[in-house]
């Protein structure tokens, strides 16, 4: 479903942030991608949603790829991804309701359609009822309830999540990994960056570690 | 097709609820482009109303042949038969003596002064049209055509008239330019507007592109916005020009028939208006499009 074939990444001033890395993780699997502030795991999760481009290497999704995508082809990879931000990127000018609309409303989903997977996604992060909301009335753990929502509304098939509980008490952290897990049980596979890797031991999740860019386990 | 369809809709209920949401913003940005488009549209409507009353003045270069008074109908048909066969001449068209003494009686006024008359002064004539290039096309043919039987005057373009059609050409040049110049004008209102509009979106636009919206879906609601301001700015352009041509119309109802001349002034017509509507929007559209293009080019990630 996703590899990563001997990637490097490197920056226009010469710093690599990925060296050489592999890996494979197939559907329903969760992948953590663990190591210190630095180490390239936002960068691997970028790389597999064609936020950025590898300097060298394949990375493949579903076969395809994505390194080597036209421009024309990332929006249509990254309606096949759910993506889960650290800093929740939510519209503040749109209320819950329509930050977690949007990815259908790319779609093209129809209104009644919309509704209906709105309220399920929220439903299952538990802030149903706060479709209304407008994202600055809410907590930190509920902002990223709703990126997390907003991140399965359209049901992908991958999960990208980078320190989804990152800046959350143990409470909210719990919620949050039970959340994913329940995801990983219909199927969906869960690629987590995290420097916490023991607050996912639930997800009974296969690992990668990385250190300066470099996979060391 | 129908998800292509509610795409569009929705860009488009979202394009105007900016802009009703803009108030004196929107409203402000929808007078300049009227002014821009008032403007050439003024010019043109001078024009337009300007050459009935330089005398019909034909685009084309012109050569009168008068009839003398006592030319039998066999020697005037003669005269219009050498006229047909000489070159340099596009046209010929006939003239009879009482059209002429009708049209003098509609057109200037004299209806009391040709009443008077015993008898119609006027003789048949002859007008031949030339080839607009070069200018003096008929001067050559004048000392042919003055030599024929019957014919008492020929009377070719003098300069004043020739110097009037050149005026003329030029401010319909003139027009054509500034409305070109002023179309660009809206193109880069449309521009500067939309541009400001990405900016302040700049959030919304970054999150959706990551969530997998195309340049298209980004683009659409933007070019709605700018298509909606070149309908306003249309419409409003064209309500402003038929106010201006009713305002000087009623100035110059007070002005004698015989110097006003008998009908009054024209406002744009309706396929005018609407051309200028259509024309507008594209121009909005193509600034607005212009504009997410080279924000979203900026922003590539």
């Known amino acids: 479903m996703i590899a990563l074939h001997d990637v490097t990444k490197r920056w226009p ?52 790829d994505v390194g080597r995508l036209p421009r024309r082809g990332v929006p249509w990879l990254r309606r096949h991804l759910g993506l889960v931000f650290q800093d929740h990127r939510l519209l503040h000018d749109r209320s819950v309701f329509d930050n977690v609309a ?30 209304r909301a407008m994202p600055v009335t809410l907590s930190g753990g509920e902002q990223q309830r709703v990126c997390i929502a907003r991140a399965v509304v359209h049901r992908p098939a991958v999960v990208l999540a ?47 570690v990385l250190d300066h860019g470099i996979r060391i386990a | ?92 068209r006939f003239i009879p003596k009482a059209d002429a003494l009708a049209r003098l009686e509609r057109t200037a006024g004299l209806g009391d002064v040709v009443a008077s008359l015993g008898r119609n002064p006027l003789p048949d004539a002859w007008v031949v ?28 373009d003098t300069d004043s008239t020739r110097r009037l059609r050149a005026i003329l050409r030029a401010l319909r040049v003139a027009t054509a330019a500034l409305g070109v110049l002023l179309g660009v004008a809206v193109v880069a209102i449309t521009f500067n507007t ?19 919206a195309t340049d298209a879906y980004i683009r659409r609601p933007f070019v709605w916005f700018g298509a909606l301001q070149g309908v306003l700015g249309g419409l409003g352009a064209w309500a402003a020009a038929a106010l201006g041509v ?15 001349g008998s009908s009054g002034l024209r406002a744009l017509l309706p396929s005018e208006g609407l051309a200028l509507v259509a024309m507008a929007t594209a121009l909005g559209a193509t600034g607005a499009w212009g504009s997410v293009w080279r924000q979203l080019r900026d922003e590539a990630t």
């Open chain 2, 246 to 260: 009713a305002l000087v119309d009623r100035e110059l109802a007070t002005v004698p028939e015989w110097l006003a």
């Open chain 2, 194 to 212: 939309i541009g400001l509009q990405c900016l302040a979106r700049r959030e919304e636009i970054a999150v959706s592109r990551l969530l997998g």
């Open chain 1, 102 to 131: 949007l990815p259908l409303r790319l779609a093209g989903a129809e209104r009644e359609e919309i509704g209906r997977r709105v309220r399920a996604a929220l439903d299952k992060v538990g802030l149903l009822g706060r479709e």
């Open chain 1, 162 to 208: 980078d320190e989804p509980t990152g800046n959350l008490d143990p409470g909210y952290a719990r919620d949050i990994v039970t959340l994913l897990a329940a995801f990983r049980d219909v199927g969906v596979t869960l690629v987590i960056a995290t420097h916490a890797p023991e607050v996912f031991a639930p997800l009974a999740p296969t690992s990668a």
């Open chain 2, 129 to 156: 049209t030339g080839a607009r290039e070069p200018a003096d096309t008929l001067d050559g043919l004048r000392p042919v055509v003055a030599a024929l039987p019957a014919v008492d005057q020929v009377i070719v």
């Open chain 2, 1 to 92: 097709m129908r998800q292509w369809l509610r795409l569009h809709r929705r860009a488009f209920a979202d394009a105007a609820g900016r802009l009703a949401r803009g108030g004196f913003g929107s409203v402000f940005d929808v007078l300049v482009m009227v002014l821009a488009l008032v403007l050439p549209l003024a010019l043109y409507l001078t024009l337009v109303n300007a050459m009935p009353a330089a005398g019909s003045l034909a685009a084309d270069p012109e050569l009168t042949v008068w009839m003398r008074p006592d030319a039998s109908p066999a020697e005037v048909d003669a005269v219009g038969r050498a006229l047909r066969t000489q070159a340099g001449a596009d046209r010929v």
């Open chain 1, 13 to 64: 001033d010469g710093r690599e942030a990925l060296r050489g890395v592999s890996l494979q993780v197939e559907r329903g699997q969760c992948l953590l991608v663990t190591g210190r502030s630095g180490a390239g795991k936002t960068t691997l999760l970028e790389l597999i949603a064609a936020i950025r481009r590898p300097t060298s290497g394949r990375v493949l999704v579903h076969d395809e």
